[in-house]
């Protein structure tokens, strides 16, 4: 059963930095592209990153609200993806998911979701 | 802004068949996939590609595409398919990612 499982959310204060952990079981980690999506109190869903598995290199992209702010890096020896969100602001206020992508270039999609962790940025 | 767009509410009667659409020029080039979320719930995929289903979601959810517009339909809609249904695709340099911004799904 794949699981994925986020950590490491909680309050924070404006300009500080945070870094979550999504901790994943039951599927081979380092074949697949792992995402993380946000969502604001009441909103809808903002893709933030992803990290493409070794054999695509490796390689990130981001959503240019948090470009140059957040990275997104992985191990595939723990099966762990993680966010590392700098300089937060108020407006990073939401529940940050983990997800597993797949399919292809043409077909892509996110099939498995952890549970989400709040991460709140406030004074 | 968002480059893919919903209709913000959607209502059905019980029993009867609703389409919830997605537009956006990058729909030209890549499939739409979507995603059911309930309150206080993650979101799950219901559809992607062309018009498949994850194992599990009933097969009264359905998908398709048209030009610059992708549609998920449900016939015979149940009370329990009431949520917020959001689409994502590939954006239109085709390097990065986009949601919808959702449709609220009533079934009256």
């Known amino acids: 059963e794949v699981q994925l499982v986020e950590s490491g959310g909680g309050l924070v204060q404006p300009g500080r930095s945070l870094r979550l952990s999504c901790t994943a079981s039951?599927?081979?980690?380092?074949?697949?592209?792992m995402s993380w999506v946000r969502q604001a109190p009441g909103k809808g869903l903002e893709w933030v990153g992803f990290?493409?598995?070794?054999?695509?290199?490796?390689?990130?992209e981001y959503a240019a609200s948090v470009k140059g702010r957040f990275t997104i890096s992985r191990d595939d020896s723990k099966s762990i993806a993680y966010l590392q969100m700098n300089s937060l602001k108020t407006e990073d206020t939401a529940v940050y998911y983990c997800t597993r992508v797949s399919g292809s270039y043409k077909q892509y999609y996110f099939d498995y979701w952890g549970q989400g962790t709040l991460v709140t940025v406030s004074s | 802004s968002s480059e893919l767009t919903q209709d913000p509410a959607v209502s059905v009667a019980l029993g009867q068949t609703v389409r919830i659409t997605c537009q956006g020029d990058?729909?030209?080039?890549?499939?739409a996939s979507w995603y059911q979320q309930k309150p206080g719930q993650a979101p799950v995929l219901v559809i992607y590609?062309?018009?498949n289903r994850p194992s599990g979601i009933p097969d009264r959810f359905s998908g398709s595409s048209s030009g610059n517009t992708a549609s998920l339909t449900i016939t015979g809609a149940q009370a329990e398919d009431e949520a917020d249904y959001y689409c994502n695709s590939r954006d239109s340099s085709g390097n990065l990612v986009v949601f919808g911004g959702g449709t609220k799904l009533t079934v009256l």
């Open positions: 590609g062309k018009n």
């Open positions: 039951g599927f081979t980690f380092g074949d697949y592209a």
């Open positions: 990290i493409r598995s070794k054999a695509y290199g490796g390689t990130t």
């Open positions: 990058s729909l030209r080039s890549y499939y």
